[in-house]
């Protein structure tokens, strides 16, 4: 049975072949960690693919300093890019506002924070998933020390009105943090043009890059008040017992991922000569051609966004009337070879806000090498299951 992957908003796959291609002569030709040997021409390779990330990342997401890569933190993906900066800035007191379409990498921080003494207002967002900026201007009239909201849904793909936030938190002197697992490579945005306190982003997903990469583009006002996650090597200033405030080391405390980071160069590398706007395009078109098919079936219900005149990336999570949607998936998967996502996503707040909490939903994410017979074929799969339903 054919495989066919429909769960691009959890990671991309297939990666384009230079990734592997990467990681693996790193693994069998590289290998040497970054300033932990002797100078060799080994340790200075692995030192100049750390260096080649953070300048790539720097360059794609505007970063400040003329896009300097030393404003650029390296992280295991989005959820500890968040957990540097929330942990890092958040004390006792402090007020911070987010949105109810958020993932539990912003929410579960935020509850521990607000645990230790933090006040966590969240935005209500649309039943389409939408945060109108509005509620956001409206929420920060009172102190507030922190917004912290994701670019996209990962539920429904609502794409946030960013510019707008950001011109309201820069207006009020607010730092504002942008969680982009969802639109990284996909959607342009420019930290440093927006007033970004920090921009989280993850390797795995539109970077199409591999997993347990990631990163923070950083204000560096922003950054020199945040304390670090953690202490420990650096391959920096090893004389001192505490950790080295310059950047980028004060937020790299370990071994870094270098098999990954390597995959993540040649990833960044893709996606500059693949161009991201011809990714977006492709990926809009197949959005629109599995929209349309979707709301043609008898039954089924969309979740989020109500049509083509809302910004929006290929992401739709649905229910069909009368199966459980984690059965919905099971039957996809080992009837059609169609790989989904069912459940809450890691984002109950989301599913609240869109109405389906708690039964969650089934979610179809296609991404750029997915084609066109794959999303007939899904369709096609999805009404003969919801016939017999």
């Known amino acids: 049975m054919k495989k066919i992957y429909m769960n691009n908003a959890a990671t991309t796959w297939p990666k384009p072949s230079v990734v592997a291609d990467s990681v693996y002569r790193f693994m069998t030709e590289g290998g040497a960690n970054a300033a932990r040997g002797s100078a060799s021409e080994r340790d200075i390779k692995s030192l100049d693919i750390l260096f080649t990330a953070r300048a790539g990342a720097a360059k794609l997401f505007g970063g400040y300093g003329g896009s300097n890569p030393k ?75 922190l917004v912290v909201i994701s670019h996209c849904s990962n539920v429904c793909g609502s794409v946030q009105p960013i510019a707008e936030v950001a011109e309201i938190c820069s207006r009020r002197g607010i730092p504002l943090v942008i969680d982009c697992a969802q639109t990284g490579g996909i959607l342009p945005i420019e930290a440093s043009a927006l007033g970004l306190a920090a921009l989280c982003f993850t390797g795995h997903k539109g970077l199409f890059a591999p997993q347990g990469t990631g990163g923070i583009v950083w204000k560096p006002e922003f950054a020199e008040i945040c304390s670090p996650l953690m202490e420990g090597g650096t391959g920096s200033l090893s004389h001192e017992e505490r950790q080295p405030s310059i950047l980028p080391d004060k937020f790299e405390a370990g071994t870094p991922n270098l098999p990954g980071v390597a995959g993540f160069n040649a990833a960044l590398e893709w996606l500059e000569k693949t161009g991201i706007d011809r990714i977006a395009e492709r990926e809009s078109a197949l959005g629109a051609r599995l929209e349309d098919g979707l709301r043609g079936i008898k039954g089924l219900r969309l979740t989020g966004s109500g049509g083509a005149e809302e910004k929006r990336l290929p992401v739709y999570a649905f229910n069909i009337d009368g199966i459980d949607n984690g059965l919905l998936a099971n039957s996809l998967s080992c009837r059609y070879g169609v790989e989904s996502r069912p459940g809450l996503h890691c984002s109950p707040l989301a599913h609240r806000t869109l109405g389906t909490f708690p039964e969650g939903a089934l979610r179809l994410s296609p991404g750029f090498f997915t084609t066109e017979e794959e999303i007939d074929f899904t369709i096609e799969a999805l009404k003969e299951l919801a016939k017999e339903a």
């Not at 890092?88 to 509850?111: A, C, D, Q, W, Y």
């Open 71 to 145: 404003y650029v933190t390296l992280t295991a993906n989005v959820t500890h890019s968040l957990n540097i900066v929330i942990k890092g800035f958040v004390k006792s007191g402090m007020r911070v506002v987010t949105s109810s379409i958020e993932h539990n990498s912003v929410l579960r921080p935020l509850r521990e924070a607000q645990a230790g003494g933090a006040f966590i207002d969240v935005v209500q967002c649309s039943l389409h998933g939408y945060l109108d900026p509005a509620a956001v201007a409206e929420a920060t009239r009172e102190k507030t020390d």
